[in-house]
């Protein structure tokens, strides 16, 4: 294919119907290079398998910072998002009208207006914290440590295990992981090393027939000194254990007479969350035919960490046919890829 002297983005398909297509960037290297194209990846709800409103939202490239969604007693739904144009145009008419048309083509059927306006001094008082996430759970949700002993209803029945190593190479430090293959592994992988501004010079991922994932990456420190401080990689096994036995949280509490679903995920360093949550959430309560009542997204300081947190209120009435456990677990595994 020759050698690429200028940014480029190049998408080769696979010999044969199945194989997996690479997909080949050129462009300056930088801290966090991996987290940030691996997030792209995730965007368009495609795997790395080597090496709804929602979705038109993130195809404009449209980030949603706050979303309130109420039923009305007719049955009618209003959804206010308040979103981001990582394209800084929203403000002009021709990119309103573009993602009001991606709106109407895809929810022609439901429908019944559209309107966007830029959001005034209510943003502000909107997105302020909200002081009552339940107690009783918060503890163990937004947890930043593995618990000791068996595992509960939050972990998988194999966490993740991770090693550092300065002997094998003489300029890197090579990170081993081996750990169960989910929907956004990579990212999860990257965002943490980008966090801890680690760059990845290269690696070797490896699936195998039991969904298990043995990956070797090739590192070094911003500065380009190998990591050798043992407290630096102390904590990074455990940040990595973690995001990659627990990159999400979702749980069901009552809060009085309702019952909500809680769904949480870490927030980059650099202001970035993940990827077609919401979706997902959504996706996974449809296929459970759970309807919604409102839904609130917020960001949180919890634990020195900053946090996006999803309140999904459920429709009462569901709820005597689904168990609660049924819907932690029904959208715990949309949201991991299971």
């Known amino acids: 294919m ?6 480029s983005v190049v998408i080769t398909s696979g010999e044969k119907q199945g194989d997996p297509h690479v997909i080949t960037v050129n462009c300056p290297d930088k801290t966090g290079l991996g987290c940030d194209l691996c997030r792209i990846i995730l965007l368009f709800g495609l795997s790395i398998s080597r090496g709804d409103v929602t979705e038109v939202l993130c195809e404009l490239e449209l980030t949603i910072r ?13 959804d206010l998002f308040f979103i981001t144009d990582t394209r800084e145009l929203l403000h002009t008419r021709k990119r309103q009208e573009e993602t009001m048309h991606h709106l109407k083509m ?19 008082a909107c997105s302020q914290r ?22 509960n209803r939050h972990l998988p029945s194999h966490s993740a295990v991770v090693s550092i190593d300065n002997s094998i190479s ?3 430090t090579v990170i081993q992981l081996l750990c169960l293959d989910h929907k956004g592994l990579m990212y999860d992988i990257m965002r943490t090393l980008k966090d801890y501004n680690i760059q990845v010079s290269y690696g ?6 039991k969904g298990k994932c043995d990956i070797e990456l090739f590192t070094m420190q911003s500065d380009g000194c190998k990591i050798v401080d043992p407290n630096k990689k102390n904590a990074l096994c455990s940040r990595l254990r973690m995001e990659l036995t627990r ?11 309702d019952t909500e679903l809680l769904v949480a995920n870490p927030v980059e360093l650099s202001g970035r969350g993940r990827p077609l949550v919401f979706h997902d959430i959504t996706l996974a309560l449809k296929q459970l035919n759970m ?33 609660q456990n049924k819907i932690e677990e029904g959208v715990r595994n949309i949201l991991m890829g299971w």
């Not at 070797?204 to 027939?209: A, I, P, Q, V």
Request: with cysteine; hydrophobic share 40%; glycine share 8%.
């Open 2 to 7: 020759g050698i690429l002297y200028e940014d």
């Open 66 to 78: 706050r979303v309130k969604v109420s039923t009305a007693p007719d049955g009618k739904m209003m």
């Open 106 to 124: 895809i929810l022609a059927d439901v429908l019944m207006s559209c309107e966007i306006e830029l959001a005034g001094p209510e943003f502000t």
């Open 130 to 151: 909200s002081p009552n996430l339940p107690s009783s759970i918060s503890e163990e949700l937004f947890s930043l440590e593995l618990p000791h002993g068996p595992s």
């Open 170 to 172: 003489r300029s890197h």
């Open 204 to 209: 070797r991922f490896h699936l195998n027939s």
């Open 247 to 257: 990159p999400l949280r979702a749980a069901v509490v009552s809060r009085g007479p």
């Open 291 to 323: 309807s919604i009542f409102s839904v609130e997204i917020g960001r949180h300081m919890i634990h020195g960490r900053e946090w996006e947190v999803y309140r999904i209120l459920l429709d009462e009435g569901d709820i005597v046919w689904v168990q």
